[in-house]
């Protein structure tokens, strides 16, 4: 930069010279002393860029030099100096053309070099400004003016460019209607006097109708002061007389005029700035202060917003400053301390902690600028104070929950908008047991476990990317392998415009909790299966089970229970129970007097009911109570006492019978040996004949009693039971029964097939129908019946101990005169009868009821007196299979033998009849009294005896025994077992000894020459 100093002060002109020579070497100084050597420079050379003038010189004033320099047309910047700082001075040298203007104070050498090149780069922007295009509309109403105004501009101002119109309408109708449309010129250059509308008028109307700012130059013939006065006044920005020189003066005025229309405009939207930045700061939350720092401190604004901050008004902080450093924290004073001190930028912000007016603490955060002068003192500071209150708080909340982050047992990760890890928390890196290291920048899909398919995962993206919440229980993967369980919510993330930038997931370990779950689930279904399983016992036990809260009404009950409350219960107008049968609730839910169970009867009924409060409470709410039904329990009972009773009677009398076997057979069979003696005399015949026909007759009473006590022998066959029945009565029936009695048979079925004896049944049916015609006297109807039925596993049978299956029903009834209720207990008991003495030997029905139980069945009888009785006999049926004809059953007589008989039989007087009758056979016969004695005598005499018919039950050794020692031996003769015993207990044990052959004590010769002559001819060994 090449710059002319004019000064004549030598001392000023040195020390400028050096410190620009020291700051700003690229400035070239060239001094001189008096305005004749700056005219004389000017002269000779014009390649300054600048030229410095002092104010005051010796042959005049700077500002003479600055108009020689304007009215010349020099392209050159000037900067005036002075030693004065004098306002009009200074005024003046601007509007002469000067671009800067500087005091000589103490510090001004050091802001010397930024107003230089500040003013030259002023200059220049004018310069830009002057050479561009200057739009000139020109009305004129003479032709000549407005071609020797074009020559002028064309050949001295070539960028004015003329618009020319002749009138002001047309001239007003090319400029813009109002201020909002763009104008298509920068001056306007009105002639005075112009046809129709003068100058003056047409500036009305730019000025007040239309209100358009564009600079307005008048020109005009005649030099009229007062014209000039209404110009200026009506808004023209300058005003020419048409002298000789004047287009000289054209450019000039133009551009003045455009260039203080564009400062005015300039000026204007600073004001507007300024007034627009004023009520910013006036409005502004936050507080807007400039301190004075130098000569003192003292503040020069602050804005309204300290009240609401600080609660103090501006005019109190204006009237003693000191007041805002009062209500700073103690603590926080040595900040603004150390702010005054440094007094540079290197403190940006400061934050305070200051007390507000009624007493609150609060935070402001200062952000301070230093305002420099000339010589880069800081001689003011500027800045804005905050109210950060909030954010603090916020922050403290930040902070808490950046360490609640940091310190939740929960798992938490950060992602970006593509699934990266951005931040996990200290749980996350536990739970999935890897270092941050690991994690960040990776995608979550490194946690995978694949337990889940494709299809999961983008169920969860499709609803994270929607902007919605995904919660749900995923299975993943530690570092170790190990799966674990987790309960995650991942939550989408936005801008403030919406847009979803990253999703946070929050974790949490539910392994431990699911398998607790497991625990509790497989606790739960065991309980609900116990539960369960105790249902369905309560709901299938046979008694009643219920519960009963305080207010009498049935909470649960079982099926037994509501069937047997429908039957019990009496309750009162709300449903509650109050009394059972004849007995009140209150009575039945207290203990009774004896025993456990209250017992109530009601409709021929009875039951037991025991009741028992729930919980350990003195006054309980809910109570247990079981209703047992024991009306067929006790019949029941009644039953088997009746069974054992007859049992015991039984077996009495069979060990009674077996003794008056022995006795019967020794009777009849030497009253049959006596019989066949020669030269026996008839009436000693006749008395043996009676004898014989007497032990006979006893012997079918022992029969009798051995049917009853079921151990008689049977052989049971087969049969037909509708083929008895029929067969009975034909044979024995009609010819035994009086013409009185009608007999009547029904068969419902054609075969009813039985195992059983036919003389065994033929023998019930025949005393039955007997004990039918001693109770119809009179005559009657006796009534045969022959049917099938069968049990249903659940169903209840007729009788007690009866089991599921098919059964073959034998019904009797007569019309006779009925059993008394007290008899019918010991109905089937031997030797009870309600006949007259003489009439009957009370073992019939006995008989019947042994022969029937030893038949595996079972007998029923129902009577009423007046009315008759009925006898139901239930046998066991068979499968299809061949039974016996009754006429097939008659057996023949077998000769006797000559083979050698061993006879063992330990009662003296039995065994020497059967030997007499074996002998009688043709027999030869050996005795011996015991099993013992004859295993001695079978040794000694080798294998001549052919069979040993021995008796069952012996001291020392019995048939069975003696049989088994025979085998042992190596001998093998056959053997004939006989017993005053029923053999249905040892029936099974023979046979499977391989003895085949017994016979029953008593027995006829005819009998046992049949069966001994049977054994013998049989095949094989016994």
Known sequence: MKILYVEDNLHDAELTRRQLARSAPHINLDIVNTLVEANNRLVETVDYDLIMLDLNLPDGSGLEVLGGIRERGLSIAVVILTGSGDEETAVAALKAGAHDYLVKRADYLVNLPDALESALARYHREVDLRTRSLRVVYVERHDGDIRMTRRHLARYAPHIRLEVFYTSEEALNYLPQSPDIPCRCDVLLLDYRLPSLNALEALKIIRNERRLDLPVVLVTGQGNEEVATKALRLGASDYLIK?????????????????????ARKQAALFESEARFRRIAENAKDIIFRIRLEPDIHIEYISPAIRAITGYLPEEIYDDPTTFLQFVLDEDL??????????????????????????????????????????????????????ITANKKAEETLRLQSAALEATANGILITDI??????????????????????????????????????????????????????????NRRADGAHYIEETTITPLTNDKGEITHFIAIKHDISARKAAEADRMRLLIQVREQVQRVQQIIETVPEGVLLID?????????PVAKKDLDLLARKNEVGAIIALGERSLSELLKPPSQGLWHEIECNGRIFEMIARPVGDDAQPENWVMVIND????RARRKYQQAQQRLATVGQLAAGIAHDFNNILGVISLYAQLTQGMPNLPAKSRKHLKLVEEQAHHAANLIAQILDFSRRSVMERTPLNLVTIVN????????????ENIRLEMIYHTKKSSVLADLTRLQQVLMNLAINAKDAMPDGGKLIFEVGKLTIEPDQVPPLPDMVAGEWAQLTVSDSGTGIAPEHLPRLFEPFFTTKAPGKGTGLGLAQVYGIVKQHDGFM?????????????????????????????????????????????????????????????????????????????????IDNSVSLVVSDLIMPEMGGLELYQTVRRLGMVPKMLIMTGYPLRQNRDELQQEGIDGWIQKPFAIDALAIKVREVLDSNGES
């Open 630 to 633: 024991v009306t067929e329990a």
């Open 727 to 738: 067969s009975t009565k034909v044979e024995l029936l009609e010819r035994t029964l009086p």
């Open 418 to 475: 593509n699934g990266n890890i951005e931040w996990v928390n200290p749980a996350l890196l536990k739970l999935t047991g890897r270092s941050s290291k690991e994690i960040i920048g990776k995608n979550p899909r490194i946690f995978k476990s694949n337990m889940h398919d494709k299809q999961f995962y983008a169920d969860m993206w499709d609803m994270i990317l929607s902007g919605r919440s995904w919660s749900g229980e995923v299975t």
């Open 860 to 940: 029923d009888v129902l009577s009423q007196v007046g009315e008759g009785t009925t006898f139901t006999i239930y046998l066991p049926l068979l499968s299809e299979s061949p039974e016996k004809d009754a006429s097939e059953l008659e057996m023949d007589v077998l000769p006797g033998g000559s083979e050698l008989i061993l006879l063992v039989e330990d009662n003296p007087v039995m065994r020497s009849s059967v030997a007499d009758a074996l002998v009688g056979l043709g027999y030869k016969v050996l005795a011996a009294e015991n099993g013992r004695e004859a295993i001695v005598m079978l040794t000694e």
């Open 243 to 263: 002298h000789t020189r004047y287009l000289f003066e054209l450019p000039t005025a133009l551009e003045n005029a455009y260039h203080r229309a564009q400062v």
């Open 550 to 558: 305080e207010e009498g009404f049935a909470v649960l009950t079982n």
């Open 334 to 387: 040595m900040q603004l301390t150390s702010l005054n001190t440094k007094r540079d930028d290197s403190e940006s912000r400061i934050v305070l902690r200051l007390t507000h007016k009624d007493g609150r603490l609060f935070w402001v955060e200062i952000n301070p600028v230093f305002v420099k002068d000339e010589i880069g003192r800081s001689v003011a500071l500027e800045g804005i104070a905050r109210d």
